[in-house]
């Protein structure tokens, strides 16, 4: 059970995309379509951004998009805005009722 | 509204023991599948444990053998018993909501366990 292999950090000026890559094997991102990622802001408990690839839950902006090709999941955040830095974190269902997440990546808007 | 609160955390030495709980309100617990998740400090987020809503139950090969998840339907309770406990147990410990698409919808705050010799 190695964790996902994610950026350590990704930065964007307002107004600008950034896009965060995650990459695991064909037992869990490329086998499933069950990635979902994860926003966490210093000292605040993460908060589900995206679920199964692509999908955002009520009330998360437009301005957030998932995708997957192969065994690579990626997240975008278009039109950054100062409140999107924060750590961002992949997750993907492994089988057997398992799952991992990435190392994480910390956004920066310049 | 829908909330998860842990409790249980503390110091504990190495070799030693901690039950967490974790008390569910606003939902339907019996209904979902839950989790446990860690946080080193500083660190990222690693997945714990998990018992769905029939108590099947799964474990991260970190903590398999020595740890146990389990939950109590009529107090909407999950719990997570810990032993053996090694200093790289150290960590913020959050429990979670599956939210029927294999994603992590509600989370708690989280209890903070340490092990120091």
């Known amino acids: 059970q190695s964790a996902l292999t994610q950026p350590p950090s990704a930065s964007g000026s307002p107004g600008q995309s950034v896009t965060i890559s995650c990459t695991g094997t064909s037992g869990d991102i490329g086998g499933y379509n069950y990635v979902s990622w994860y926003q966490q802001h210093p000292g605040k408990a993460p908060k589900l951004m995206i679920y199964?690839?692509?999908k955002r839950p009520w009330g998360v902006p437009d301005r957030f998009s998932g995708s997957k090709s192969g065994n690579t999941a990626s997240l975008t955040v278009s039109g950054l805005q100062a409140e999107d830095e924060a750590d961002y974190y992949c997750s993907a269902y492994a089988g057997n009722n398992c799952w991992m997440f990435g190392g994480g990546t910390k956004v920066t808007v310049l | 509204q829908v909330q998860l609160v842990e409790s249980g955390g503390g110091v504990v030495q190495i070799g030693g023991s901690l039950r967490l709980s974790c008390v569910a309100s606003g939902f339907t617990f019996s209904d979902h599948g839950m989790h446990w998740v860690r946080q080193a400090p500083g660190k990222g987020l690693e997945w714990v444990a998990f018992v769905r809503y029939d108590e099947q139950k799964s474990y991260a090969d970190s903590v398999k053998g020595r740890s146990t998840i389990s939950r109590d339907n009529s107090k909407n309770t999950l719990y997570l018993q810990v032993n053996s406990l090694r200093p790289e147990d150290t960590a913020l410990y959050s429990c979670a909501r599956d939210a029927f698409n294999y994603a992590f919808d509600i989370w708690g705050q989280g209890t903070l366990v340490t092990v120091s010799s």
């Open positions: 199964e690839v692509s």
